[in-house]
């Protein structure tokens, strides 16, 4: 078991989740931390199979046009 340190302000949030939850805030970061990992693995894996050439030949589609006033943001 290793501790960890946070800012009070997240502490405090991660306390009022975990009541909603009722469960530890230590299970409650322990999910957490377990998810974005598991979601920064799979966005690694999908960037591993990108391919920069494609990439570069879909924004080569892209019109230089500006779009129409109803379009733009």
């Not at 230590?26 to 966005?43: G, P, T």
Request: charged share 35%; net charge negative; no cysteine.
């Amino acid at each position: 078991m290793k501790s960890i340190q946070l800012p009070d302000d997240v502490y405090q949030r991660a306390t009022e989740l975990a009541e909603v939850d009722h469960v530890s805030v230590d299970r409650l970061v322990a999910a957490i931390v377990n998810e974005r990992a598991s979601d920064w693995a799979k966005l690694q894996a999908r960037a591993a199979r990108g391919s920069l050439e494609k990439f570069r030949n879909v924004l080569a589609k892209v019109s230089d046009e500006l779009p129409e006033d109803i379009d733009r943001l």
